[in-house]
């Protein structure tokens, strides 16, 4: 088994036998997380600091529950209330938390770059939980978990990545996830709503949903990230789904045993509708949540192994 290096910081640096190390640990893990005891000891003494400048309900919970069924001791930073929001930089912050001596941090922040800024100033470990535009690895990592499990395999798949595309870190981890594990990836959504320099991505670009997601083994909805949008990207919420927004019907065009996956939080009757979402015969998207879980007690109980080894 591959053991990681001192962070977690992105998924574009990792090697295929890194991904599946913690891929077939988090499958362990999830087998224990539906057990009656759901614990183990492997982060018995260390300490893990959650620490979001951006709400994520569902993140910020997912590593809280993994730390704590592995044992650690876990503190969630309520950075709004904290001295940041007093004007404290982020390196001051950085070496506060150092000072604590804490194992591992894990840190969303709204700017790209922000946690490899401060993964330089502390001498624990650092897992990236989103940072701006650039990645989301636990979330790549979980919907490739995902994937594996309901279709078997996690290469030679043709996998729609679909909406707000240029805004969206999650895209941005799953293109170079899952592209280098060997499957096609396809990128639908509005021309305003891809990034620059799509071409160079080695990825297939659609503009209508139907032509994008013909034939997939997976589509994969994406949230519209208003709170990162300057300007209008879309003439209206209702000529989006119109247009952009998966419901069965046209889903059909897809493979018959095509899974429907999305991120969260879902807007409703925005990029998916309601009725499909809640499908459990083609939706994972409650599967995913579940992963999440697994995939990052894998995460922290890696990074924690490499600690050991340096200690």
């Known amino acids: 088994m591959a053991i990681l290096e001192r962070h977690l910081l992105g998924v574009e640096s990792m090697s295929p036998d890194e991904v599946f190390s913690i891929l077939d640990l988090a499958d362990s893990y999830a087998s224990l997380n539906r057990d009656k005891v759901k614990h183990s000891?492997?982060?018995?003494?260390?300490t893990q600091i959650?620490?979001?400048f951006e709400n994520s309900t569902r993140t910020q919970s997912s590593f809280e529950l993994a730390g704590k069924r592995l044992g650690a001791d876990v503190m969630n930073m309520a950075v709004a209330k904290s001295s940041i929001a007093k004007g404290e930089t982020l390196i001051d912050t950085a070496l506060t938390l150092n000072a604590m001596r804490p194992d591992l941090i894990v840190v969303r922040h709204p700017s790209s770059g922000a946690v490899?800024?401060?993964s330089e100033k502390v001498n624990c470990s650092v897992v990236n939980a989103g940072d701006g535009?650039?990645?989301h690895p636990t979330q790549a990592l979980l919907d490739a978990l995902t994937i594996r499990r309901a279709k078997g395999r996690l290469a030679r798949l043709s996998i729609a990545i679909c909406g707000d595309i240029?805004?969206?870190?999650?895209?941005?981890?799953?293109i170079l996830l899952l592209g280098k594990l060997g499957n096609r990836i396809r990128l639908v959504g509005p021309r305003t709503l891809m990034p620059s320099g799509i071409d160079e991505f080695g990825v297939e670009v659609y503009d209508d949903l139907k032509t994008g997601i013909e034939g997939a083994d997976?589509?994969?909805?994406?949230?519209l990230q208003n709170e990162r949008m300057e300007g209008?990207?879309?003439?209206?919420v209702r000529e989006y789904y119109h247009l952009y927004g998966l419901n069965a019907e046209?889903?059909?065009?897809?493979?018959?045993?095509?899974?429907v996956m999305h991120p969260g939080p879902m807007n409703r009757g925005v990029e998916i509708d309601g009725a499909l979402a809640d499908d459990i015969s083609r939706s994972v998207i409650q599967d995913q949540v579940e992963m999440g879980v697994a995939v990052r007690m894998a995460v922290l109980d890696l990074l924690a192994r490499n600690l050991g080894r340096d200690s």
């Open 41 to 46: 000891n492997v982060l018995a003494g260390m």
């Open 50 to 52: 959650n620490m979001f």
């Open 116 to 118: 490899n800024l401060l």
């Open 133 to 135: 535009r650039h990645e």
């Open 166 to 174: 240029a805004h969206s870190r999650v895209a941005r981890s799953n």
């Open 218 to 223: 997976v589509v994969m909805m994406l949230r």
């Open 232 to 236: 209008a990207f879309v003439p209206s």
């Open 250 to 259: 046209k889903l059909q065009v897809a493979k018959s045993d095509a899974i």
